[in-house]
């Protein structure tokens, strides 16, 4: 098992820059390939970014590519979340999910994944 805390959320600017980070417990944290979704009020939880186990692979939906870049650093058991760019339709809830597997699809179904970090807010002022 994995336990997920996520943190960086906040009020922000059309424009700004935010970093995400999710911490990660238990000793298997690499084991795990990571992913972001994010959910805005209303709207289904929607896929954000995946990495894969050593961090080689990565996937990013459409509306983040090119201003949105997932990272993890297996030492600190901690995944990343950095954003740029920031419109207004980036405000959602944001969550990191995990899912033990060697497999690299990549995972972007929420179904996919097994565990859940609460969420940090995210909030785009126009």
């Known amino acids: 098992q994995v336990q997920l805390v996520e943190s960086g959320g906040g009020l922000v600017q059309t424009g700004d820059s935010l970093r995400l980070s999710c911490a990660g417990s238990?000793?298997?944290?690499?084991?795990?390939?990571m992913g972001w979704f994010r959910q805005a009020p209303g709207k289904e939880r929607e896929f954000v970014a995946a990495?894969?186990?050593?961090?080689?692979?990565?996937s990013y939906a459409e509306p983040v590519k090119g201003r949105c870049t997932i990272s993890r650093d297996n030492a600190k058991n901690t995944v990343y979340l950095q954003m740029n760019s920031l419109k207004y339709e980036d405000t959602a809830v944001y969550y990191c999910?995990?899912?033990?597997?060697?497999?690299?699809?990549?995972?972007?179904?929420?179904?996919?994944?097994?565990?859940w970090g609460q969420g940090t807010q995210v909030t785009v002022s126009s």
């Open positions: 999910a995990a899912v033990l597997t060697a497999k690299w699809n990549p995972p972007t179904a929420r179904a996919e994944y097994n565990y």
């Open positions: 238990g000793r298997a944290f690499s084991s795990y390939t």
């Open positions: 990495i894969s186990r050593s961090g080689g692979s990565i």
